[in-house]
């Protein structure tokens, strides 16, 4: 037996309760480097607990490609930090995000031109690309102390691309 859930748009208001979309939409915040470039200042709370001894870390992901129909059986959250996905080729992904492990999840998809950073402690579904080399930069907590606790789902969610 299986539950469904359809994707939608990855939009800033519909992901706000789970973390930040980081795009550069409008106009930059400030212009730098001679004119040159335009800054999207301040654009997620990258968030550590200090009394665990972690800190900020960058690290590069590479993941597998995955299909439509997607078999969701896993979420995972990080209770000690933040945790922000930014892919380095312009390719969307999937972002499957969750209230805890008896909510119904949500499926966002990106543009292709977006970032997400998760907030500290979100349930949330594997590193999920759906196009290109399945490069991402990922900035999160780096410690000694474990920073991810899992939930298997007794009946997985199937997620069909709306």
Known sequence: MSRTITTEPLTPD????????????GAP??????????RYHDRALVDVSPET?????LSIFKAELRDFPYTLDLIERHPEGSQAFVPMSADPFLVIVSDGPDATPRAFVTNGAQAINFHKGTWHGVL?????????????RIGDTANLEEHWFDTPWTVTKG
């Open 53 to 57: 001894g972690g800190r900020v870390g």
């Open 128 to 140: 999920t690309p759906i196009a290109g080399n399945g490069l991402f930069a990922v900035m999160d």
């Open 14 to 25: 519909a992901f706000a309760p789970y973390g930040d979309v980081l795009d550069a939409r």
């Open 29 to 38: 915040d400030k212009i730098i480097n001679q004119g040159k470039c335009g």
